[in-house]
């Protein structure tokens, strides 16, 4: 919610930022508090709110100091034996005491106001906010556990809405910084950075110096990955989701990176900055997409690099048949088998296919603005034992390292079959009779009545897979990038015959997986509970692959054998001819 500074008096209390008592601190705690303070200040002087400064400071000998006094008597009892050159802690005059200003916005400007105090509770500073009728409060500084907190106390008894921001604020001990900044939710509101920077416009509305080093220095935990989801199309939230199961990434706000006038807006990382691992290929260390995907994705092109695995297929573009190649009807009957017309860049889970009986149908289907792949049914498919069709759902894991020449292909051994919920007939035209996208709750090697055919049907869906990849790769229809890695999970849709022969007919580029309308349990029957279960193991196993747990994404994976595969296959690896 953006702060509207015609109706109230903001402040922003600096707390005890001098030297004497940021030298409590580590030097990174040091450092990023002025850098977050530094940051903050931009903003009140950008809205021209009040800045006030409270200091502690003493006089020489520590005079000001009642003698026994809980917190400051030992100074003066020092200073008694060792002089003011010997103990000279927030002594006037002495640097030590000074407001710092290094860096330069953390320094006082002439138009803030500072404070002293020569006690613990900043009266004078109570009074100074009172005095300029301020309404809002933001408290940074340190102690979290000394001033910080009783002006938090004292502000609220004035009536005053006090906000703590706590990146702004520091401790000496972490354990207490941590425990005040819970105290504090009693007196005040606990409002994060993040929501801060949106109160006063955006992280777009600061400077860059300041944009960078928030983005570079202050938003993320060091020693954790980065991954940003920007809301593409794909498995890009369910790999992010499954990352940060493991503890070691931290997610990265987004912002808009363009705006399309047909499909909306489009979002990157905040601040464009590259990152570990994100959805959006340009600004990911590791791309989820592969370049040259579109020649297995689209079912006119795919039959290039298919080659004798894929059945006859006929295309057609501008209602016309490719170089004059129609199917024609065949004397021995065969052409009884249903003919299957697809949208060549369509693939919508068997929404875009229309059966027909004869070749005679198929022009009723066509239109002259869209390109098509026709096929015949094969013949002879090979059935369940009750003689309902199926087809193998075959997931593969794709992979190219940073030099854009190294391929590696994975074959899931725990794929699935599709099963038609009726039993299969060459008259039956109805979509779930002929096209199963539906997928079957169990392994292929435990499913009764097909269990006997796995073990050589997935041997050959493996061995035949890898021959069309490496067709893909050679041709130069796959492409490495540029000193990027690149990586993949899609499947292909394998079907035997009864005669040993298996059939390629398309490439799912994006396959139905772990989709998200089924997170909630409450959704899921016990079919969708398996097949969730399932495709996070597969693709939680695909990550530990080409993103081993605590290791950077730009760094390219050991051999094959000193990765944990669990159902993973190795089917193969290739050299291209790079990006």
Not at 63 to 72: A, T, W
Not at 200 to 206: A, D, I, M, Q, T
Not at 219 to 247: P, T, V
Not at 553 to 565: F, M, P, V
């Amino acid at each position: 919610m953006r702060i509207d500074t015609c109706k109230e008096r903001v402040a922003v209390a600096v707390c005890d930022l001098q030297q004497d008592l940021l030298g409590s601190l580590t030097q990174d705690h040091e450092d990023r508090l002025l850098l977050v303070i530094g940051i903050i200040l931009e903003a009140a002087r950008e809205q021209k709110w009040s800045v006030i400064y409270s200091g502690l400071k003493f006089h020489s000998r520590y005079q000001d100091v009642p003698n026994g006094h809980k917190l400051y008597g030992a100074f003066q009892k020092l200073n008694q034996s060792m002089g003011d050159q010997g103990v000279h802690w927030f002594l006037d005059g002495w640097p030590g005491s000074q407001i710092v200003t290094t860096p330069a916005k953390v320094a006082p400007r002439s138009q803030d106001t500072i404070v002293w105090r020569a006690q613990h509770v900043p009266h004078t500073l109570i009074s100074t906010l009172k005095e300029q009728n301020i309404q809002k409060l933001f408290v940074v500084g340190a102690k979290a556990s000394g001033s910080v907190q009783i002006t938090c106390q004292l502000a609220m008894d004035e009536g005053m809405e006090v906000c703590v921001i706590p990146e702004a604020v520091q401790d000496d001990d972490t354990d207490r910084l941590q425990a005040v900044l819970t105290l504090l939710k009693v007196f005040a509101r606990i409002t994060p950075m993040q929501e801060f920077m949106e109160m006063v416009g955006g992280l777009e509305s600061f400077s860059e110096e300041s944009q960078q080093a928030w983005i570079q220095k202050l938003m993320f935990e060091e020693d954790k990955l980065i991954a940003c989801d920007c809301g593409r199309r794909g498995h890009g939230s369910r790999y992010i989701q499954l990352l940060l199961e493991r503890g070691t990434w931290q997610t990265s706000p987004t912002q808009i990176w363009y705006e399309d006038f047909v499909k909306g807006e489009f979002y990157c990382p905040l601040g464009k900055q590259i990152v570990d691992f994100c959805d959006e290929p340009e600004f990911s260390k590791v791309s989820m997409y592969l370049s040259g995907r579109e020649y297995l994705d689209e079912k006119d092109k795919v039959i290039e690099i298919a080659g004798n695995f894929m059945p006859k297929t006929y295309c057609m573009e501008d209602g016309e048949w490719l170089n004059g190649d129609g199917p024609t009807e065949e004397p021995d009957g065969s052409s009884l088998a249903p003919w299957f017309i697809k949208e060549a860049d369509k693939n919508l889970g068997g929404a875009s296919i229309a059966i027909v009986q004869n070749i005679y149908q198929i022009m009723s289907y066509i239109r002259k603005d869209r390109r098509y792949v026709i096929q015949q049914h094969i013949r002879d498919p090979l059935l369940t034992d009750n003689g309902h069709k199926t087809h193998v759902k075959f997931y593969l894991l794709l992979t190219c390292e940073s030099d854009g020449i190294t391929w590696t292909l994975y074959t899931y051994k725990a794929s699935l079959l599709s099963i038609s919920p009726n039993p299969w007939s060459p008259t039956d035209l109805s979509h779930d009779t002929q096209v199963t996208i539906h997928r079957h709750p169990q392994p292929p090697g435990e499913t009764e009545g097909w269990k006997q055919h796995w073990e050589e049907v997935y041997s050959k869906c493996k061995q035949a897979t890898a021959q069309v990849i490496e067709r893909a790769i050679q041709k130069g229809k796959l492409k490495g990038r540029s000193q990027k890695k690149q990586f993949e999970v899609f499947s292909v849709d394998w079907m035997p015959d009864e005669h040993g022969n298996i059939w390629m007919f398309e490439f799912n580029m994006s396959p139905a997986v772990a989709q998200k309308e089924f997170d909630d349990p409450a959704n899921r029957d016990c079919r969708r509970n398996y097949l969730m279960q399932h495709d996070e193991a597969m693709l939680r196993e695909a990550l530990d692959i080409v993103l081993p747990d605590g290791k950077s994404s730009i760094i390219d994976g050991a051999g094959s054998e000193e990765l944990e595969l669990g159902q993973w296959d190795l089917a193969g690896t290739f050299l291209g001819k790079g990006a």
